[in-house]
């Protein structure tokens, strides 16, 4: 079982809708990230929130949002997507800092923009 | 520019045999490096680090080999067994500079045949 948890596992949305990703972790963790992960590719860093403030944002569309909530709660945003968004979209917590410690990753949410 | 390079896409290995799977990076600040386990619709899990100042570390089955000069890293699981069956990620990080990006291979994906 995963200590990092992500709802829904699946989601299918239209291009016109708007929805949101969770993603909650009880270990403590003071960072935490999404990741986007398109079949047989490694993940991609997409935002890194440390401490509650988003610290690094990879220049990701702004259709996709950010929010931390507090430290154990992070949620994805999502707005007028493209198909070319649908992956696998990862949670991650870390005790300290990406390169420090490592990553905890949820079991994901499959997103599939029609 | 890929800093992280997993060559080899896939490895077949005979169940109790040794797997071993290499990953070779171009930075010379990278000093932190972990290996990841995928298992399809799951989250990548960690399995083992090893920082710049050692060149060996262990955990159970799992070995990771570090050779700084040829800016090489290996994992070896021994003996392999068929639940190894995964896409396996290696990462590094360049961890003095204040917990830099964590950059990811490609992932080779290792079959361990009973």
């Known amino acids: 079982d995963t200590e990092v948890t992500q709802t829904p596992k699946h989601l299918v949305m239209g291009m016109t809708n708007k929805k949101s990703l969770k993603c909650e972790q009880h270990?403590?963790?003071?960072?935490m990230y999404w990741y986007k992960q398109k079949a047989k590719k490694p993940p991609e860093l997409m935002f890194v929130?440390?401490?509650?403030?988003?610290?690094i944002n990879e220049s990701v569309p702004s259709r996709f949002s950010p929010e931390c909530p507090n430290s154990s709660l992070l949620n994805l945003h999502l707005h007028a997507l493209q198909p070319e968004d649908s992956a696998l979209y990862l949670c991650?917590?870390?005790?300290?800092?990406?390169?420090?410690?490592?990553?905890?990753f949820g079991n994901g949410t499959r997103l599939t923009v029609t | 520019d890929q800093q992280v390079k997993q060559n080899s896409p896939s490895l077949s290995v005979q169940e109790g045999r040794i797997s071993i799977l290499n990953c070779d990076y171009t930075?010379?600040?990278?000093?932190?490096f972990l290996w990841y386990k995928k298992y399809p619709a799951e989250g990548p899990t960690f399995l083992i680090s090893?920082?710049?100042?050692?060149d060996k570390n262990e955990d159970g089955r799992f070995t990771v080999f570090l050779n700084k000069s040829a800016k090489h890293l290996s994992l070896h699981i021994v003996p392999s067994q068929p639940g190894d069956s995964a896409v396996y990620f290696c990462?590094?990080?360049?961890?003095?500079?204040?917990?830099?990006?964590?950059?990811f291979g490609q992932g080779t994906e290792l079959s361990v045949k009973p």
């Open positions: 991650a917590s870390s005790q300290e800092g990406q390169g420090i410690s490592p990553l905890h």
């Open positions: 270990m403590g963790h003071r960072a």
């Open positions: 929130y440390s401490y509650e403030k988003l610290s």
């Open positions: 930075n010379s600040m990278f000093d932190y």
């Open positions: 090893i920082s710049s100042i050692k």
């Open positions: 990462a590094a990080s360049a961890r003095g500079n204040q917990g830099g990006k964590l950059i």
